[in-house]
C-alpha cells in the first residue's frame, strides 16, 4: 500500500467526507424543516409555544444547529467505537424521541404539538439516515 493510499484511508480524510456528507444533510434538513413548517402553516399550526411564536424562518436554522451536534457526535464515534454506525443510529434515535418531549410539553394545542413534532421528525428523517450511510462508507475497513 503506498503512501498516497494511506493517507486518503486516514481518519482525518475519513472525518472530511463524514462532515461534508453532514452538513449537506443539515442542510437538507434546515431547507424541509422550514418548507414543512410552512406548509403546516398554511394549514392552520401557529407554533405558538411557551408564550410566543415561533418563528418560520427559526426553524431552519434550529435545525442546522442541532445537526451540526449530530454531526460532532457521529465524528466522536467514528473516532472512538469500533461500530460508528449502529452506535451513532441508537443514539439518534433515542435523542431524536427525547426531542419530543419539549414540544408535548409546551406546545399550546394539540394542532401545535402535532405539527413541532412532525418537524423534529422531518429533521431527523433527513439528517439521521445521511449520517448512518457516510458512517458506514468511511468505516468500513474494506
Not at 451513532?88 to 406546545?107: D, E, I, K, N, R
Request: glycine share 10%; proline share 4%; charged share 10%.
Amino acid at each position: 500500500m503506498s503512501a498516497t493510499t494511506v493517507a486518503r484511508t486516514g481518519f482525518g480524510s475519513r472525518l472530511g467526507r463524514l462532515v461534508a456528507a453532514g452538513l449537506l444533510a443539515a442542510v437538507g434538513a434546515a431547507v424541509a424543516t422550514v418548507l414543512v413548517a410552512v406548509l403546516l402553516e398554511a394549514l392552520g399550526a401557529d407554533f405558538e409555544v411557551d408564550g410566543g411564536a415561533i418563528p418560520v424562518a427559526g426553524f431552519g436554522s434550529i435545525t442546522f444547529l442541532f445537526s451540526v451536534v449530530g454531526i460532532v457526535i457521529a465524528a466522536l464515534l467514528l473516532r472512538f467505537s469500533a461500530d460508528p454506525d449502529r452506535r451513532f443510529l441508537t443514539v439518534a434515535v433515542v435523542l431524536t424521541a427525547l426531542s419530543l418531549v419539549p414540544p408535548v410539553l409546551w406546545g399550546h394545542g394539540a394542532g401545535t404539538v402535532l405539527a413541532l413534532v412532525v418537524l423534529h421528525l422531518v429533521a431527523a428523517g433527513v439528517v439521521v439516515p445521511a449520517l448512518v450511510r457516510v458512517l458506514r462508507r468511511v468505516s468500513d475497513p474494506a
